[in-house]
């Protein structure tokens, strides 16, 4: 072929790989509503099981795109089934809804001034986390996706879920109850796709990690059990003080000389001691809880187990007697290898393949394991730092702030990598 032919053509091979569902007038159009929606999330935010405002908002968005909408599901929960015009896999799409039990300080025209009770408390509520960028960021893609029903091979399931930052105590919620109560059959789901913003990744940047991605939380509660005795003369007692720092100190050699650090992260740490009454009685007992946060389910095991025999031990060698109880918040968020093999080229392409990043394994949980345990799933961060800024506030803090701007290539990813998964 003569080169004349050959170039216009590479040219065009070129353009349509950057932009290869023409969508880019869609993004023009959605990304000012995405921002209205956020902002409207924004300034009311609603507590986790108690997203009804927010589920009737997305609710009838759904519905006045024709997508078929269930509400109710795990309580508060929002699933909108959108079925392309010929058959063929299913895709799930997640974005959590809920907000925290924090006072907004951020001085902004749609700050949240909303107070809700949590645990008989008045507190401020605000969206600490960024789930309202979540939940606007799958209305745009539901909006998108659902007007171009003739790209669509299979079935787009959009997962509107409640409690990510975990139910109230008593309550069931979350992802947990969303896969019990069968969100990821009926269609049957082939893949779960979802995002976190983070406030301190830069606006256009994805950041990804095959396998663990964020840790496993876990909850422990250890308790001690002496004699009481005065505290002039410990000799006839046995100090369940002591001994709660006996164990504190065991639990941290599991990380510190047992468990191989070179292969994941692992973290054990006591948040909580209570204990006695005052300075001159040596109580009956300890109670101390804590948490366990591990990347790799074979560490998990071993770490939770060597608990399990080191504290009653720690204890014996004491005089004293000690139990622990452990309990899952949240399973590791494992990104299925070969599901991200398969989806990187659509992120490099929508993002550029330079803003494309590695990320570090993250010691903080994500309920979005949870489908991963039923089907392959790929959760990857969005980046919502303004350029140019070199920090910024954590997640769950009273001014925490997302640079909006970063919420359109969010857009773009879910509805491309949807696209791309179900025509391959
Ligand atoms: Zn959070
Ligand atoms: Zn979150």
Redesign the pocket.
């Known amino acids: 072929m003569k080169l004349y032919l050959i170039l216009p053509m590479l040219l065009w091979c070129l353009n349509s790989s950057a932009q290869k569902y023409n969508f880019e007038k869609e993004y023009k159009g959605i990304e000012p509503k995405v921002i209205d929606w956020r902002r409207d999330f924004h300034q009311n935010p609603e507590l986790s099981n108690r997203e009804f405002n927010t589920a009737e908002k997305i609710a009838s968005h759904l519905k006045s795109l024709g997508i078929e909408v269930q509400t109710g599901v795990a309580k508060t929960g929002v699933v909108g089934i959108l079925k392309g015009n010929r058959n063929g896999k299913v895709i799930a799409l997640r974005a959590?809804i809920d907000a925290l039990p924090v006072t907004e300080r951020n001085d902004l025209p749609f700050k949240s001034t909303v107070t809700s009770e949590f645990l008989g408390q008045e507190v401020g509520v605000m969206h600490a986390?960024?789930?309202d960028t979540h939940t606007a960021i799958l209305m745009g893609v539901a909006e998108i996706l659902s007007k171009n029903r003739d790209k669509i091979k299979g079935t787009v399931k959009f997962i509107f879920q409640p409690a990510?930052?975990g139910p109230p105590p008593g309550e069931e919620g979350g992802a947990l109850l969303m896969v019990k109560e069968g969100v990821l059959k009926n269609p049957d789901v082939d893949a779960i796709f979802g995002l976190?913003i983070n406030s301190s990744t830069p606006v256009g940047v994805i950041r990804y990690k095959s396998e663990g991605l964020m840790a496993a939380v876990q909850r422990f509660v250890i308790k001690v059990e002496g004699k009481q005795t005065h505290g002039s003369q410990p000799w006839k007692g046995i100090d369940p003080i002591l001994i709660s720092a006996k164990i504190i100190d065991g639990l941290q050699t599991i990380i510190s000389r047992e468990v191989d650090l070179t292969n994941e992260a692992a973290v054990i740490s006591v948040g909580k001691i209570t204990s006695g009454v005052r300075f001159n009685i040596i109580p009956e007992s300890a109670e101390m809880i804590g948490t366990i946060r591990t990347l790799d389910y074979d560490m998990q095991k071993q770490i939770t187990e060597r608990m399990k025999e080191m504290v009653p031990d720690i204890a014996k060698t004491y005089g004293g007697t000690a139990t622990i109880e452990i309990k899952s918040n949240t399973d590791i968020t494992f990104n299925k290898p070969e599901l991200v093999t398969q989806m990187l080229p659509t992120l490099n392409r929508v993002a550029g393949k330079e803003n494309v990043q590695i990320q570090k394994a993250v010691t903080g949980g994500?309920d979005f394991s949870y489908f991963q345990n039923e089907v392959p799933g790929f959760f990857f961060f969005l980046g919502g730092m303004t350029p140019g800024n070199t920090s910024s506030f954590p997640?769950h803090t009273p001014d925490f702030s997302i640079d909006e701007n970063g919420m359109i290539l969010g857009v773009k990813a879910l509805t491309e990598m949807s696209l791309d998964f179900l025509n391959n």
């Open positions: 959590d986390c960024g789930h990510e930052e976190h994500e997640h």
